[in-house]
């Protein structure tokens, strides 16, 4: 039987409890023997119910069948331990913690389900539902009624219990009496009453500001109370507005939960798929949504969802304390998580809001889905088996639907400076970049989650090729790889305790300069780091540009009386991995506890993964080892089940208390040795302007590019500032040029940047300046731009 949840693996869309799915052309479907609908309540009930379950799907043909027949077995093995005694309804789940109220909950949905679906082997099984009833009863009687205090985790009494309630006593209506339903009902009411909703605040903001609403708006439908539902959608509306700090969308396409931290990818997944569900709900009737704002949540799947997504996953750096929460269940059941796991939950909500958006929308979105699917072959989509009978009816019904052409991935460049992230695309890969500052934390910790991500703010890197690499970070990299050495971060060796910095205390570096300018395509991007607990002190650049990444890092300094180091790359080798390494054409050994001091290098290649270009040639450490881990580790939840997978790591030891130290790396995603060494034998290639503590630049004069990042004003090669800021230049070839500034302090109140080139004329401009002089050199003055976000402000010239 299975242990504990984490308090939102079960309600992640892509979950194995009651999950929405794609609705029917009737817009509803009845249960067995029941009546169509009365009213206008009963007919939200019941497409709500057709929603929970799926509709349009054959239970004989895959992937249902599987899934409905395991679906069964994790029902009957969850009656079969079943005992209504006093303190607990499952010996392992004491009544006394609240999780235990709420995961009590879900193995009684899972038995509702395989009681209501079809091909469970339980289905319409008498004995079953009458066990499910005193199940019911049981909860009802020892913790969740109306005489009873919440303890605890607030969540487990205002979301995770109600909603699971709700679901049930939807699915199982005709099959409750009136005195069960009314009981449902009250405990609801006392647990999410009509004040939880009253100010947007505290935990009533962002993707739990949903979840209580869909709470009060199902509660609505089944007590048919139009104030419930009325309050519910209006509820909504302060989700829907652009913020300027805390919780919510931004601007940029940013989301930010818990004030601090980038969660696109779990709150944001939860919050778009609670979305998805009301907006598809109500759609139609007399409470649909119509709130204008709510085009923004249409937006943000193309604004804020779609760039995280790549082949079905979605990225860590904007998943939090999810990305530690890997099969903390001890059966074969268990919640595998994971970034495609989480990406397939939210393809599965994509879908859904489709159908309560414009007809144009909506198939331009089931394209994108239909592409994710196509090139999830890691993890596919509709083998996944923590998805829902209803997700996978959804997603089957996008796969087959001939009308549907699939998007490829994009080519572009987006940087998302309200919560420090960025995600470069180029044909053929994809990276992201994670980053933090006085407004955005290193990483969250909580509920005993996430132990060890203590550097995953600092410059983390990671990448994906289109057709190799998918499954680096899914495959047991979080539990097994070294915490101290996640690719591209320069840290402090100094030891760390587990949840260092506090749970739920979200530790910020005090450092403003965290952010770049972008043009669409190519980037500059800078990060001030200052280190979790330590003395480190480092400024780190990334020059995002056609095949490859600039890496630079200056600055270095530390007096913790450990060793500092930037790690180049930790490539997760999986369980048997022998990929060879190649080092200025020379291959390295491929035994496990390899290691080596590689001086004088200019290059290396990892075989299947990609190259890496050291200019003017560096020492390099290596290192291959097997590293061996458990999910316990890094989340109380998890299994204690040891896990091993093998690395191929390369770094740059600073050494101890360093002074000042600087390295510099091209990342060449998918390169072969031969396009690495040729990059390497180029030593034209790039040009470093500067690489130290007041300002790291590039020249790529084959791209037209020149860029840098000015932490402290001066002058860098034909750039200058008198102000900290970020300057991107790319001259196109046909006489033009684009220029790309920002303000990634958002402190500079006026700014001049001077580019010594001729320049004829301007050709657009933002109103952010306000006088632009050309002739032998082009001068522009800014206005205010602390009000603009750390946003890139693009001017567009004709050469001189």
Not at 126 to 145: C, P, R, W
Not at 177 to 200: E, G, I
């Amino acid at each position: 039987m299975s242990g504990s949840w984490s308090r939102r693996s079960f309600l992640r869309l892509s979950g194995n409890t009651f999950l929405l799915g794609s609705v029917s052309s009737t817009g509803f479907l009845a249960p067995a023997g029941s009546a169509f609908a009365a009213d206008a309540y009963d007919a939200l009930r019941l497409k709500w119910r057709g929603m929970l379950l799926g509709t349009g799907f054959a239970p004989a043909a895959a992937p249902f069948a599987e899934k409905l027949a395991l679906l069964g077995t994790q029902a009957g093995e969850a009656r079969s331990t079943m005992a209504a005694v006093n303190g607990s309804l499952w010996p392992d789940l004491p009544l006394t913690v609240s999780g235990s109220i709420t995961n009590s909950y879900a193995r009684l949905a899972t038995m509702a389900q395989a009681y209501a679906q079809p091909g469970t082997g339980l289905t319409g099984d008498t004995a079953l539902i009458a066990e499910i009833k005193t199940g019911l009863d049981h909860l009802y009687a020892q913790s969740y009624n109306p005489s009873k205090s919440q303890f605890g985790n607030w969540w487990d009494f205002q979301i995770g219990s109600p909603q699971l309630l709700l679901d049930i006593s939807t699915v199982l209506h005709d099959q409750l009496s009136a005195t069960q339903l009314a009981n449902h009902l009250a405990a609801v009411d006392k647990f999410v009453p009509d004040s939880s909703v009253a100010n947007y605040t505290g935990t009533s903001t962002g993707a739990n500001r949903v979840d209580l609403c869909r709470s009060l708006a199902l509660r609505g439908v089944l007590g048919k109370n139009d104030a419930k539902i009325t309050l519910a959608r209006s509820a909504l509306s302060p989700v829907f507005p652009f913020v300027t700090n805390g919780d919510g969308f931004y601007v940029d396409g940013s989301f930010v939960q818990h004030t601090y931290l980038a969660y696109t990818g779990s709150y944001g997944a939860v919050l778009l798929g609670g979305l998805a569900s009301l907006f598809a709900l109500l759609n139609g009737s007399a409470w649909a949504v119509n709130d204008t704002n709510r085009q923004i949540i249409l937006d943000s799947v193309e604004r804020s969802y779609a760039p995280f997504l790549y082949n079905g996953a979605m990225m860590d750096a904007v998943s939090g304390r999810s990305t530690s929460r890997g099969n903390p269940r001890t059966n074969a059941y268990g919640f595998q998580g994971g970034d495609h796991g989480r990406g397939h939950g939210v393809l599965a909500s994509i879908a859904l809001l489709g159908t309560a958006a414009s007809s144009a929308e909506n198939q331009r979105w089931r394209g994108l889905v239909k592409g994710w699917i196509q090139r999830d072959y890691y993890s596919p989509v509709l083998t996944d088996t923590d998805l829902s009978v209803a997700a996978l009816a959804r997603l089957k019904a996008v796969q087959d639907d001939n009308a549907v052409t699939a998007i490829a991935e994009p080519t572009a460049h987006r940087l998302f400076p309200a919560m420090d992230r960025a995600v470069h695309r180029r044909p053929g890969w994809a990276a992201s970049i994670s980053m933090a500052s006085k407004r955005m934390g290193l990483y969250e910790t909580g509920n005993g989650e996430n132990l060890r991500g203590w550097h995953a703010g600092a410059g983390m890197l990671q990448w994906w090729g289109d057709t190799y690499g998918n499954g680096q970070y899914t495959d047991a990299f979080w539990p097994t790889v070294d915490p101290y050495r996640l690719p591209g971060t320069t840290v402090s060796k100094k030891p760390l305790a587990d949840a260092e910095g506090g749970a739920w205390g979200l530790p910020r570096p005090d450092a403003n300069w965290v952010g770049g300018a972008t043009d669409g395509e190519y980037a500059a991007l800078g990060q001030f780091i200052r280190g979790l607990s330590s003395t480190l002190y480092a400024k780190k650049s990334w020059f995002c540009l056609a095949d490859s990444i600039v890496c630079l890092t200056g600055a270095v300094r530390g007096a913790d009386g450990t060793t500092v180091e930037t790690v180049v790359e930790n490539r997760n080798l999986g369980a048997t991995g022998t990929q060879a390494l190649t080092v200025d054409g020379a291959a390295q050994s491929t035994a496990l506890g390899w290691s080596a001091t590689l001086t004088g290098t200019d290059w290396a290649q990892i075989a299947g993964h990609g190259g890496y270009v050291f200019p003017g040639g560096a020492t390099v450490k290596a290192l291959r080892q097997a590293r061996t881990g458990s999910w316990h580790d890094i989340n109380t939840g998890g299994t204690t089940d040891p896990i091993t997978r093998r690395y191929l790591t390369l770094w740059f030891d600073h050494g101890v208390d360093p002074v000042d130290a600087a390295c510099a790396y091209i990342l060449m995603p998918g390169a072969t040795t031969a396009a690495t060494s040729a990059r390497a034998a180029a030593t034209g290639w790039l040009t470093v302007l500067a690489n130290d503590n007041n300002q790291q630049g590039v020249a790529i004069s084959s791209l037209g590019v020149t860029a840098v990042n000015f932490w402290f004003a001066g002058t860098v090669g034909t750039l200058t500032a008198d102000n900290p800021a970020c300057v991107l230049v790319r001259e196109h070839g046909d006489g033009t040029a684009t220029l790309c500034v920002s303000d990634p302090m958002r402190m500079q109140a006026a700014l001049t940047v001077t580019w010594n080139r001729p320049v004829a004329s301007v050709l657009s401009k933002p109103a952010t300046v306000t006088s632009a002089t050309t002739g032998s050199a082009l001068t522009l003055t800014f206005g205010d731009l602390t009000g603009k976000a750390g946003t890139t402000q693009e001017i567009k010239v004709v050469l001189g």
